[in-house]
């Protein structure tokens, strides 16, 4: 300010180094970058080896869209004759990427969703359960911010079907759009860059009455909420080495976690919109459309009723079912060499229940797990005591042994059973049932039903000897001395 102060009283460089104490080289310099608008306290750029091949550096960052290295580049240009060094080609190449990405940065306008208009869904991988891999499906709804993660078998177009009934039952209603990425379930290719939609997502769309569109293909931008949803559920929900979580056991088990994932989430302020997503949920329902009552069995695939025997009928092949479906409608489709059953679960939720191997008529698949009270298969059934008498029901009310023995006895062929049972029923009168009771289910135990049997068995347990093994009556063996001696005799 000094040397501009005096160039500006003298009106000339000589008077004002002069009067400043500066060089009048210095004088020129600082008037001229005030006459020229520059500031005067940065250093105009020298010339560099480098100068004479930017544009040649620009042209190679505007192909590859500013994902060239620096290293290619320092190559290239040395066989174009360039002997600058390295560091000089690095700081050109970061000038010339800053520059390009300030002219081609993505802007993005502030989206305000409306209540009712968007649905997003995402996969994401599950963890492994017993080795075999498993999805997560994850849907957001944009405007009270409300998850649903649902874990599946596979991405087939019956389970995405599957999933959405699922989730759009859940939330109480369906949107006006419903938008995803562009796998082949939903669009089936691009035609100069027009999605061509597959026929089946668009009858889903219209049995739901909401319209199925997908985003610009490699863009996961342009539905960052699914994305977000897909990311913390795989951080919450699949074992890693960060989150220390169990591996799960079962199929049910991941189901049971993803559910109360999902309750935990949706009940915990949201940290953009400062709400609770379930209150919004029930403001957004409000602008949902109805939902028909039954799902989409074209993609499901074909409907069957479950029999009493808790098996389906399928290509005349039965197979077997979960307890707790006899009487249900369920859906059947083939994926791969399987076949896939669907359900819907006592919370409304569609949810595959089993798969089995795809199997020919004549050999069924029945699974052993599906029918808990048949431990042994189609076993003969016990029969039920059944009191009617007044002396059956005097001898049965003795205890638990009483029953036991009647069990054993009539398949045993004993004889004068109710003459018996009124003998035992008497002596209960004078010992006590608890005594009778117990001679009664050793008897049983033993197979000893003869007359003198039952008192036999109370006067060893009167005298207070242990009862140790019980060894069963056998018709076939005896324990007298055999005669095969006196074949000697004579000889």
């Not at 539905?223 to 079962?250: M, Q």
């Not at 403001?283 to 808790?310: F, M, Q, S, Y």
């Not at 049983?444 to 019980?470: M, N, Q, Y």
Request: charged share 25%; proline share 6%; glycine share 10%.
């Amino acid at each position: 300010m000094e040397i501009l102060e005096a160039y500006d009283l003298t009106g000339t460089v000589w008077s004002a180094a002069s009067l400043a104490g500066h060089d009048p080289k210095t004088v020129k310099r600082y008037v001229e970058a005030r006459a020229g608008g520059r500031n005067p306290y940065e250093r105009e750029p020298r010339p560099k080896m480098i100068d004479a091949f930017l544009e040649k550096v620009e042209e190679w960052v505007e192909q590859s869209k500013a994902t060239i290295r620096a290293d290619v580049v320092h190559e290239k240009l040395v066989k174009m004759g360039y002997r600058g060094s390295a560091r000089s080609t690095r700081r050109a190449v970061n000038a010339a990427k800053t520059a390009w990405k300030m002219g081609k940065r993505r802007t993005y306008r502030p989206w305000i969703p409306e209540p009712g208009r968007w649905l997003q869904f995402d996969w994401g991988e599950g963890p492994r359960i017993g080795g075999r891999r498993t999805w997560l499906f994850c849907a957001w709804l944009s405007w009270s911010r409300f998850r649903v993660v649902i874990p599946v078998w596979d991405c087939t177009l019956g389970t995405l079907v599957a999933c959405l009934d699922t989730t759009l039952r859940r939330i109480g209603g369906a949107p006006t759009y419903v938008l995803t990425d562009n796998a082949k379930t939903v669009t089936v290719e691009h035609i100069a860059g027009i999605p061509v939609r597959y026929p089946q997502m668009v009858a889903a769309g219209r049995h739901y009455g909401c319209q199925v569109v997908s985003c610009v293909p490699y863009d996961p931008e342009s539905k960052g909420g699914a994305e977000a949803t897909v990311r913390i559920a795989k951080a919450d929900l699949v074992p890693t080495d960060a989150n220390l979580l169990p591996v799960y056991d079962s199929f049910a088990e991941l189901a049971n976690a993803c559910r109360t994932w999902c309750e935990q989430v949706n009940s915990r302020r949201h940290r953009a919109t400062g709400q609770i997503p379930a209150d919004r949920l029930d403001v957004e329902r409000t602008t949902l459309h109805v939902l028909p009552i039954e799902p989409l069995a074209l993609a499901l695939g074909e409907e069957r009723l479950v029999g009493t025997d808790r098996t389906i009928s399928f290509n005349a092949v039965r197979y077997s079912t979960p307890p707790g479906y006899a009487g249900a409608k369920v859906w059947c489709r083939v994926v791969g060499e399987e076949l896939s059953i669907t359900a819907r679960t006592n919370s409304g939720d569609l949810m595959e229940i089993w798969r089995h191997q795809l199997s020919t008529p004549g050999v069924p698949q029945i699974i052993d797990a599906h029918y808990p009270d048949h431990p042994d298969g189609r076993s003969v059934h016990q029969p039920r005591l059944q009191r009617r008498s007044e002396a059956e029901i005097a001898f049965v009310g003795i205890g638990p042994g009483a029953g036991r023995w009647l069990k054993e006895a009539g398949p045993a062929g004993a004889t004068r059973i109710r003459a018996k049972m009124a003998r035992a029923v008497e002596l209960a009168t004078v010992l006590g049932n608890n005594k009778v009771d117990q001679a009664l289910g050793l008897a049983a135990t033993a197979g000893r039903f003869a007359d003198g049997d039952l008192l036999s068995i109370l006067g060893h347990i009167a005298d207070g000897k242990p009862v140790g093994e019980v060894v069963r009556a056998d018709e076939a063996h005896s324990v007298q001395n055999g005669t095969i001696g006196w074949q000697a005799l004579g000889r």
